[in-house]
Protein backbone atom coordinates (compact mmCIF):
# COMPACT_ATOMS: atom_id res chain seq x y z
CA UNK A 1 0.00 0.00 0.00
CA UNK A 2 1.32 3.56 -0.85
CA UNK A 3 1.44 5.71 2.14
CA UNK A 4 2.83 9.14 2.80
CA UNK A 5 3.38 10.48 6.29
CA UNK A 6 3.59 14.17 6.81
CA UNK A 7 5.66 15.72 9.93
CA UNK A 8 7.10 18.92 10.82
CA UNK A 9 3.98 21.37 11.57
CA UNK A 10 3.89 23.75 14.10
CA UNK A 11 3.31 27.33 15.14
CA UNK A 12 5.20 30.04 14.08
CA UNK A 13 5.38 33.84 13.88
CA UNK A 14 4.85 35.77 10.53
CA UNK A 15 7.99 36.04 8.91
CA UNK A 16 9.20 32.60 10.12
CA UNK A 17 10.02 29.42 9.04
CA UNK A 18 9.32 25.86 8.90
CA UNK A 19 10.68 23.04 6.62
CA UNK A 20 7.61 19.92 6.17
CA UNK A 21 8.74 16.54 5.77
CA UNK A 22 6.94 13.87 3.78
CA UNK A 23 8.15 10.18 4.40
CA UNK A 24 7.46 7.22 1.84
CA UNK A 25 6.70 3.76 2.88
CA UNK A 26 5.77 0.78 0.31
CA UNK A 27 7.20 2.77 -2.59
CA UNK A 28 10.15 4.81 -4.17
CA UNK A 29 9.32 8.63 -4.24
CA UNK A 30 11.88 9.25 -7.03
CA UNK A 31 9.36 6.95 -9.51
CA UNK A 32 6.75 9.29 -9.20
CA UNK A 33 5.68 12.86 -8.79
CA UNK A 34 5.06 14.08 -5.31
CA UNK A 35 2.72 17.19 -4.15
CA UNK A 36 2.04 19.06 -1.42
CA UNK A 37 -0.88 20.27 -0.87
CA UNK A 38 -3.21 22.67 2.23
CA UNK A 39 -6.69 22.73 3.19
CA UNK A 40 -7.35 26.37 5.39
CA UNK A 41 -10.30 26.23 7.74
CA UNK A 42 -13.28 26.18 6.31
CA UNK A 43 -11.83 26.09 2.82
CA UNK A 44 -11.34 23.06 0.25
CA UNK A 45 -8.04 21.26 -0.53
CA UNK A 46 -5.69 23.38 -2.76
CA UNK A 47 -2.19 22.18 -4.31
CA UNK A 48 0.39 24.26 -3.65
CA UNK A 49 3.97 22.32 -5.26
CA UNK A 50 4.64 19.68 -6.85
CA UNK A 51 8.15 17.91 -7.65
CA UNK A 52 8.58 15.30 -10.70
CA UNK A 53 10.80 12.63 -10.68
CA UNK A 54 13.87 11.81 -12.00
CA UNK A 55 14.84 15.62 -13.12
CA UNK A 56 12.89 16.88 -10.31
CA UNK A 57 11.39 19.95 -12.33
CA UNK A 58 9.89 21.80 -9.38
CA UNK A 59 6.53 23.84 -9.74
CA UNK A 60 4.44 25.97 -7.30
CA UNK A 61 1.41 28.23 -6.64
CA UNK A 62 1.64 32.05 -6.85
CA UNK A 63 0.55 32.39 -3.77
CA UNK A 64 3.59 30.25 -2.43
CA UNK A 65 6.20 31.32 -5.16
CA UNK A 66 9.46 32.71 -3.92
CA UNK A 67 8.93 32.10 -0.52
CA UNK A 68 8.70 27.79 -0.10
CA UNK A 69 10.77 25.44 -1.82
CA UNK A 70 9.86 21.73 -2.94
CA UNK A 71 12.77 18.93 -2.78
CA UNK A 72 13.88 15.65 -2.52
CA UNK A 73 16.37 13.42 -0.76
CA UNK A 74 16.00 9.99 -2.34
CA UNK A 75 18.42 7.87 0.18
CA UNK A 76 15.68 9.00 2.39
CA UNK A 77 13.17 8.50 0.70
CA UNK A 78 11.60 11.75 1.53
CA UNK A 79 10.37 15.19 0.07
CA UNK A 80 10.90 18.19 1.74
CA UNK A 81 8.09 21.76 1.63
CA UNK A 82 10.89 24.54 2.90
CA UNK A 83 8.26 27.61 3.86
CA UNK A 84 9.71 31.12 4.35
CA UNK A 85 8.39 34.57 5.10
CA UNK A 86 5.25 32.71 6.10
CA UNK A 87 1.98 34.84 6.41
CA UNK A 88 -0.95 34.01 8.17
CA UNK A 89 -3.08 32.90 5.45
CA UNK A 90 -0.51 30.31 5.22
CA UNK A 91 -2.10 28.67 8.13
CA UNK A 92 -3.66 25.19 6.87
CA UNK A 93 -3.07 21.54 7.39
CA UNK A 94 -0.70 20.33 4.73
CA UNK A 95 -1.02 16.83 3.07
CA UNK A 96 1.42 15.29 0.80
CA UNK A 97 0.46 13.13 -1.96
CA UNK A 98 1.64 10.94 -5.11
CA UNK A 99 1.13 11.21 -8.41
CA UNK A 100 0.72 8.16 -10.71
CA UNK A 101 2.46 9.40 -13.41
CA UNK A 102 6.50 11.12 -12.89
CA UNK A 103 5.42 14.43 -14.13
CA UNK A 104 3.32 17.31 -12.32
CA UNK A 105 0.51 18.75 -14.21
CA UNK A 106 0.99 22.30 -13.59
CA UNK A 107 1.97 22.39 -9.81
CA UNK A 108 -0.06 19.11 -8.72
CA UNK A 109 0.73 15.45 -9.65
CA UNK A 110 -1.20 14.31 -12.15
CA UNK A 111 -3.74 11.25 -10.56
CA UNK A 112 -2.85 11.25 -6.79
CA UNK A 113 -2.40 7.26 -5.75
CA UNK A 114 -1.75 7.77 -2.22
CA UNK A 115 -4.41 7.70 0.61
CA UNK A 116 -4.73 11.15 2.47
CA UNK A 117 -3.16 10.95 5.62
CA UNK A 118 -3.46 13.41 8.85
CA UNK A 119 -1.23 15.73 7.34
CA UNK A 120 0.48 18.27 9.31
CA UNK A 121 -1.11 21.59 11.20
CA UNK A 122 0.99 25.04 10.30
CA UNK A 123 -0.26 27.83 12.90
CA UNK A 124 1.03 31.57 11.39
CA UNK A 125 0.35 34.02 14.53
CA UNK A 126 1.48 36.54 16.59
Known amino acids: QLQLVESGGGLVQPGGSLRLSCTAS????????IGWFRQAPGKEREGVSCISSRGGATYYADSVKGRFTISRDNAKNTVYLQMSSLKPEDTAVYYC???????????????????WGQGTLVTVSS
Open 26 to 33: GFTVDLHA
Open 97 to 115: AAGAYTYCLGYMPRDVRTA
